[in-house]
């Protein structure tokens, strides 16, 4: 019997495939629409001009490609202040022949702050805005040969325009992300938004809506749905019909969906074909995913009916050498970071980013807060309410089908420093908040609304984040928990966003702030008192050990909570902005977990080792190798690693096995005292897992017993990297050539000939003035053409000048 069954399973499923394959074969794709990017081969004009005329007869164009900005460099060099003024930029394009049965534009994905576009000298289009994408109608104004696109952008101070002036970031001007040539027919389909109402582990419904532009109102349309999964199965498929612009799609009974999870993103993509007398005349499609969420009253996360801690970070769209006109590639390799730290949440600050972003938390798994860039500044005027209005009312329309995305983000920090007289007023600004977030609602039902550090708005929105700094801009890190229990009270549904420190990389020290606020001694001498330290961001010595701490308990508070949402570290990566030019790298933000290129820090291993399910080890730390400390002083060795149980050795002896356990702080139980021997000192770390699996890190140390005095001098070495470049390499000793370990003075660096500094990058290694981290700071020096030597020099206020002499 049940082999009758099959059977006739089996012949329904192969007639119903004939049937498919006979009604897809009537249907004849008569227009397929075009999308070419158009990123290369533009020319820049560094000109204020308004005037479009002047702008073309000027002879200054330099040739550059897009993604571009003006101050990719000029945002983090030394001198106060950047370029915040208008610049043009210009294009080539050559339309072979032009369809008239066709409309063209362009797409930007992104113009900071203010754009006006002109095609063969007639303006066709322009957007206020920086952050968001936006198109251009060009069909009246292309011709068929040679076209002339001009572009005049403009990121000068403007108050009217999110974000304020006063928000701690860089405003990159320029054409900052991609631009494309689109072709579509004159009666086409746009403006698709897909829901799933209804999500569960057995059943699904799908409603999608989607516009017919110019199309005539007395005819009946049909749009043909098809929804693919993964794998290219089609899952349901149907026509619809309607006699207005608008269409509505219904897809009622989806079997076992796939969800979408932050371990199993799975992708479903729905196609729409727009038919006449069964040919297709037009075609898109977008990707979905069918997941559900909740946020529990004064509770945790729920997402697919099962609780999920959320485990976040913060991105700002920036890079080094580049600023904000990063490629799809960089961007990719940082969301692909973040998810191999093992994050699962992201809040995109302060500003909506890259549709590449999008496209990799979709793909990758990540959870998402998207935000409009109402950082700062208070309430404006009417064209600022304005602007702001429709920024979010973008964002929303454009970021609409990301099964990534559960938070819209209303603004952070909002109230502060007002740029308009009473823009800090609170009436004013709950007025403007509460309809921010009823347009919102309205644009989108399904998902929450937020705010950050607006405590007044905090119960206008769904979700909120109060501030919560503890050990770096008040009090300890050990006080983050009664924070946390006192939050969770306080707000029905509490996130908590940005905590954190700055750290140098490099920089490490005996002594370690503790987790009460107290310098320790370091084991020179005997016992003293201990130091009160008030405000760590300030007095703090910016080590790399300390913010390991910091966050090790951090995160072990928020993994062993089971009744808390989640929480989002700030940032993940170091970020340029005006308001830090003292910092150790001038206007660098340094609480990223990697620096400016991406490169991880030792607290990057920290979060890995309590969130990535893919085994490793990594002893504290790859940048600490030369230390110094009484003869049998023990010191404590920290292994993080996601293993059950850590084998340590010292110089080939075996100092035991430890299992890992997260209620111990720190390093969740993976210390070893270690008493050092002088000279080089090899430590190993042997990782093993469950199922048996090992991962290895070998660490070695150089150490000694003589403490260093006092800085007498500078010395420079070299040494030639793959790249061709040389890294050269600044150490402070005392009289006895022993390095400084524990001198922090700024060094100025200056190539004299030969070849030119890699500076204004913002990183540990192309900042030409840096604090030295353990008395060592290095730069990278290119090369130039002429094969003459290399002349290197360094100094500060105490040392005049060392020179360096490298043979090119």
């Known amino acids: 019997m049940p082999l009758v069954q099959n059977l006739h399973k089996f012949i329904y499923l192969l007639f119903g495939l004939i049937i498919l394959i006979s009604c897809n074969s009537k249907l004849e794709e008569v227009y397929k629409r075009k999308k070419n990017n158009i990123n290369n081969n533009w020319l820049y004009l560094e000109n204020n001009t308004k005037d479009v005329n002047d702008a073309i007869k000027d002879n200054s164009w330099v040739e550059i490609n897009l993604p571009h900005s003006w101050n990719s460099l000029d945002a983090t060099d030394l001198e106060p202040g950047y370029r915040r003024s208008a610049s043009w930029y210009k294009k080539t394009l050559e339309v072979p022949l032009v369809n008239s049965e066709s409309m063209y534009s362009l797409y930007f994905e992104g113009v900071n702050i203010v754009s006006e576009v002109?095609?063969?000298?007639?303006?066709?289009?322009?957007?206020?805005?920086?952050?968001?994408?936006?198109?251009?109608?060009?069909?009246?104004?292309?011709?068929?040969?040679i076209n002339e696109v001009l572009v005049r952008v403009d990121n000068g101070y403007n108050p009217e325009i999110i974000p304020s002036q006063k928000s701690d970031f860089f405003i990159f001007g320029g054409i900052t992300r991609d631009v494309w040539l689109q072709e579509v027919p004159r009666k086409h389909l746009s403006n698709l938004k897909i829901t799933t109402p209804e999500v569960s582990v057995k059943n699904a419904t799908l409603k999608a809506t989607v516009n017919i532009n110019n199309s005539n109102s007395?005819?009946?349309?049909?749009?043909?749905?098809?929804?693919?999964?993964?794998?290219?199965?089609?899952?349901?498929?149907?026509?619809?019909?309607?006699?207005?612009?608008?269409?509505?799609?219904?897809?009622?009974?989806?079997?076992?969906?796939?969800?979408w999870d932050v371990k199993s993103p799975y992708l479903y993509t729905l196609k729409l074909f727009l038919l006449n007398n069964n040919k297709v005349v037009d075609e898109i499609k977008e990707r979905l995913g069918f997941r559900w969420f909740e946020f529990k009253e004064n509770g945790p996360f729920y997402l697919n009916g099962e609780r999920l801690l959320l485990r976040g970070t913060h991105r700002h769209e920036e890079h080094a050498g580049v600023g904000a006109a990063m490629t799809n590639k960089q961007h990719r390799k940082d969301m692909e970071s973040i998810k191999e730290m093992g994050a699962n949440f992201v809040r995109l600050a302060h500003y909506p980013q890259d549709p590449e972003v999008y496209k990799a938390c979709d793909e990758l798994g990540i959870l998402v807060w998207d935000e409009i860039p109402w950082c700062r500044g208070g309430v404006g005027n009417d064209v600022w309410k304005t602007n702001t209005k429709n920024q979010l009312k973008e964002m929303i329309s454009q970021n609409f089908n990301h099964p990534s995305i559960i938070i819209w983000s209303l603004g952070n920090e909002m109230y502060w420093l007002p740029d308009f007289e009473g823009g800090d007023n609170t009436e004013k600004m709950n007025a403007f908040l509460t309809e921010l977030n009823d347009i919102s609602h309205e644009l989108d039902p399904s998902r929450k609304t937020a705010i950050r550090k607006y405590y007044d708005g905090a119960n206008i929105v769904d979700v909120f984040s109060p501030s919560i700094w503890s050990g770096w801009y008040s009090g300890s890190y050990k006080s983050y928990k009664k924070a946390v229990d006192t939050y969770k009270k306080e707000y029905k549904h509490f996130l908590h966003a940005e905590y954190g420190g700055s750290s140098h990389v490099g920089r490490h020290t005996e002594n370690p702030i503790t987790g009460e606020g107290q310098i320790k001694p370091d084991g020179w001498e005997e016992a003293v008192i201990q130091t009160k330290v008030k405000?760590?961001?300030?007095?703090?010595?910016?080590?790399?050990?300390?913010?390991?701490?910091?966050?090790?308990?951090?995160?072990?508070i928020s993994e062993l909570d089971s009744t808390f949402v989640g929480n989002i570290q700030w940032a993940f990566k170091d970020f340029g902005t005006p308001l830090r030019p003292e910092?150790?790298?001038?206007?660098?933000?340094?609480?990223?977990?990697?620096?400016?290129?991406?490169i991880p820090k030792d607290a990057y291993y920290v979060f890995k080792s309590y969130w990535s399910d893919v085994p490793f080890t990594y002893i504290e730390s790859s940048t600490w190798?030369?230390?110094?400390?009484?003869?049998?002083k023990p010191r404590t060795i920290s292994v993080y690693s996601n293993c059950d149980v850590v084998s340590f050795y010292h110089n080939d002896q075996f100092l035991g096995d430890k299992k890992r356990d997260i209620s111990k702080f720190p390093a969740s139980g993976l210390t070893w005292d270690v008493k050092f021997k002088k000279g080089k000192n090899k430590l190993v770390a042997?990782?093993?897992?469950?199922?048996?699996?090992?991962?290895?890190?070998?660490?070695?140390?150089?150490?000694?017993?003589?403490?260093?005095?006092?800085?007498?001098?500078?010395?420079?070495?070299?040494?030639?990297?793959?790249?061709?470049?040389?890294?050269?390499?600044?150490?402070?000793?005392d009289k006895n050539d022993l390095r400084?370990?524990?001198?922090?003075?700024?060094?100025?660096?200056?190539?004299?000939?030969?070849?030119?500094?890699?500076?204004?990058?913002?990183?540990?290694?192309?900042?030409?003035?840096?604090?030295?981290?353990?008395?060592?700071?290095?730069?990278?020096?290119?090369?130039?053409?002429?094969?003459?030597?290399?002349?290197?020099?360094?100094l500060n206020q105490s040392f005049k000048g060392t020179y360096l002499t490298i043979k090119n």
């Open 625 to 632: 190798t030369e230390r110094q400390g009484p003869k049998n």
């Open 740 to 794: 400084c370990l524990d001198y922090e003075k700024k060094i100025y660096f200056q190539c004299l000939q030969g070849g030119e500094l890699l500076k204004n990058q913002g990183t540990p290694t192309g900042s030409q003035i840096i604090e030295m981290a353990n008395g060592k700071a290095s730069i990278e020096v290119i090369p130039n053409k002429s094969n003459n030597p290399i002349k290197v020099v360094v």
């Open 686 to 733: 042997i990782g093993k897992t469950s199922s048996g699996a090992k991962v290895e890190n070998v660490l070695n140390v150089n150490y000694r017993f003589t403490k260093n005095g006092v800085a007498k001098k500078l010395k420079l070495s070299s040494k030639k990297l793959e790249n061709g470049n040389y890294l050269v390499t600044a150490i402070a000793f």
């Open 218 to 259: 007395s005819s009946k349309e049909k749009i043909k749905a098809t929804l693919i999964d993964s794998e290219g199965n089609i899952i349901e498929e149907g026509i619809f019909e309607t006699n207005n612009s608008k269409f509505e799609i219904n897809f009622s009974s989806i079997k076992n969906p796939k969800l």
């Open 535 to 556: 405000n760590i961001a300030k007095i703090g010595d910016w080590s790399e050990n300390y913010i390991v701490d910091l966050f090790d308990w951090h995160l072990r």
């Open 583 to 598: 910092n150790a790298i001038p206007y660098m933000n340094q609480k990223g977990l990697v620096d400016r290129n991406g």
């Open 118 to 145: 002109f095609l063969n000298g007639k303006k066709v289009g322009g957007h206020i805005g920086g952050y968001i994408g936006f198109d251009v109608d060009i069909t009246k104004a292309i011709k068929s040969g």
